[in-house]
């Protein structure tokens, strides 16, 4: 889809008790459409890829809202209505990395959390809490710091 559009539409499945970080987002994707490397974690399948991101779309109030361009949507997400869609620029590649140093976790505001803020966590355990959403920095793989 990227191939084709030279973007693709992904919508954030977020859990029912998060709300979209408003702020966070509207600091990181202003009009100027620079791209931001963002990393999706499947937890499925407990791998990580990395990508660039040059917008986002929030749904207003609560509600979740369709693709802002059906055409390139995966399939998957056609039907769905959801609280943020992000634009991604490929490729979207793999991204060999066992932890991450979490920051924030804007979408419970700092509640709902298994471990506190700026903790260097693994893939387990980030699968393993509520939020869906995180903001990362200084990336740790195989125990290394870079």
Request: hydrophobic share 35%; charged share 25%; aromatic share 12%.
């Amino acid at each position: 889809m990227i191939d084709e559009f030279g973007y693709a539409w992904w919508g954030w499945w977020a859990r029912n008790q998060e709300k979209a970080p408003r702020d966070q987002l509207a600091g990181l994707f202003d009009d100027t459409g620079r791209e931001v490397r963002i990393i999706l974690f499947d937890t499925g399948l407990m791998e990580c890829y990395q990508t660039l991101c040059s917008s986002v779309v929030l749904a207003p109030g609560g509600e979740g809202i369709g693709s802002p361009d059906f055409r390139a949507t995966p399939h998957y997400y056609v039907r769905g209505r959801y609280p943020a869609w992000f634009r991604l620029h490929g490729p979207i590649e793999t991204l060999d990395q066992s932890a991450f140093k979490v920051i924030e976790r804007p979408t419970f505001g700092g509640v709902h959390t298994t471990s506190p803020n700026e903790q260097v966590l693994g893939l387990e355990a980030l699968r393993d809490e509520r939020p869906t959403l995180w903001l990362i920095q200084n990336e740790v793989s195989n125990g290394r710091s870079s």
